[in-house]
């Protein structure tokens, strides 16, 4: 694969607060929520707990649909990928972000249900094409650090 790579990133996790969704300066839905992935190991006898937050932000309908159902505690499983910005703040300061740009969604249980399972509230959508039978397809915008305060 000579001068190509593959950025494709898969999450399973929980959501660490509601989604928060606004509109780009295009009119254009988006929603960023928090996603918490954690591992878990014994070492030496003790119980080790590892968590990890990733920005997760949605566009169109799949930003919709997130906003409509998906609250914290919500079991989601995630497709999308990895970008990392940068952008000088209000004082001059340079910060970054990295942030994952989220293509398909699948609900896995409901908030605050510690099962890992399915159940009736699945659902599958995709923003960004190239879904699967009963998945909805659209094409999402490029991120645009314009559409997305901080």
């Known amino acids: 694969m000579a001068g190509g790579g593959v950025n494709k990133v898969i999450l399973v996790g929980r959501l660490g607060a509601d989604p928060e969704m606004k509109y780009g300066s295009s009119g254009n839905p988006f929603t960023t929520f ?12 003790q119980k080790t707990e590892k968590t990890e937050w990733h920005r997760i932000i949605t566009f169109g309908k799949l930003a919709e649909i997130c ?5 914290k505690g919500k079991q989601v499983y995630i497709e999308g990928k990895i970008q990392t ?4 703040d209000k004082e001059g300061i340079k910060r970054w972000t990295t942030e994952i740009l989220c293509q ?3 609900m896995l249980s409901s908030a ?3 099962g ?14 190239g879904g699967s039978t009963g998945s909805m397809n659209q094409q999402g915008p490029p991120v645009n650090e314009d559409d997305i305060p901080f």
């Open 34 to 45: 928090n996603l918490a992935t954690s591992e878990t190991w014994t070492k030496d006898g």
């Open 67 to 71: 906003a409509q159902y998906l609250n």
């Open 85 to 88: 910005r940068n952008w000088e």
């Open 104 to 106: 398909n969604m699948q």
């Open 112 to 114: 605050g249900d510690s």
């Open 116 to 129: 890992a399972g399915g159940g009736n509230t699945s659902e599958r959508t995709s923003s960004y094409g």
